[in-house]
């Protein structure tokens, strides 16, 4: 994944940080990110000293610098079910959504793309859109069942299109989702019922 060209300093600043390191837990603390990398962790004083320009971001509870929440749909379902987003609409919504999973401490994202035909975006789309984000996102590209009454099938190789059942096992759809996936150990097939 390419980085994003960002140089700006973003200050994630709580009232406690839990580190699970030897900087152990730090009251009124902060976390220094420049663009998917964090630069610093440690009391606000010492952070805000070293990095008087950066944009501020006050999260309301702990924040665990390095926490991954390695099964997220924040792109491509989330701006849907939370705010009712439109493909007009998407990409503010999946925002919203990430800059809420840093607030919460979460620094890392394993997206999870299945072909939601709602908002009907391709892999290389959300891929571009997460490059944009001051987060570091990898992507999973898989297919998903919904247990509905008929049964609806996606698949992100087809792009967001309702997929037909055959598409879940369609051996160059396969190799599609092998190739785009960018972290091992993740499903590339999910049944879920409403």
Same mark, same amino acid.
């Given at each position: !994944?390419?980085?994003?060209? !960002?140089?700006?300093?973003?200050? *994630? ?13 730090? /009251?009124?603390? +902060? ?7 964090? +630069? ?5 004083? /010492?952070?805000? +000293?070293?990095? @008087? ?13 390095? %926490? ?7 792109? &491509? ?29 979460? #620094? ?10 709602? %908002?009907?975006?391709?892999?290389? &789309? =959300?891929? /571009? ?9 990898? $992507? ?7 247990? #509905?009454?008929?049964?609806? =099938?996606?698949?992100? +190789?087809?792009?967001? #299109? $309702?997929?037909?059942? &055959?598409? *879940?096992?369609?051996?160059?759809? %396969? ?10 150990? &993740? ?6 019922? @409403?």
């Amino acid at each position: !994944m390419a980085e994003p060209e !960002m140089t700006a300093v973003q200050i *994630l600043r709580a009232p406690k940080i839990v580190t699970v390191s030897p900087f152990g837990t730090i /009251e009124d603390g +902060a976390v220094a990110v420049i663009g998917t990398t964090i +630069a610093a962790v440690g009391a606000w004083s /010492e952070v805000s +000293a070293a990095y @008087p320009d950066a944009d501020v971001t006050m999260s309301p509870g702990v924040l665990s610098p390095g %926490l991954i929440d390695c099964h997220a749909h924040n792109l &491509e379902f989330g701006p849907s079910t939370a705010f009712g987003a439109t493909k007009e609409s998407q990409w503010s919504g999946a925002k919203a959504l990430v800059e809420k999973a840093l607030r919460g401490g979460v #620094t890392s994202l394993g997206e999870h793309i299945l072909g939601f035909f709602v %908002l009907g975006r391709t892999v290389a &789309e =959300y891929k /571009e859109f997460r490059d944009t984000l001051p987060i570091r996102v990898v $992507i999973s590209a898989g297919t998903c069942s919904l247990g #509905t009454d008929p049964p609806v =099938y996606m698949c992100s +190789a087809l792009g967001g #299109t $309702i997929a037909p059942r &055959e598409a *879940l096992v369609d051996p160059k759809a %396969l190799e599609f989702m092998a190739r785009e996936t960018e972290f091992p150990g &993740e499903h590339a097939m999910g049944t879920f019922t @409403p």
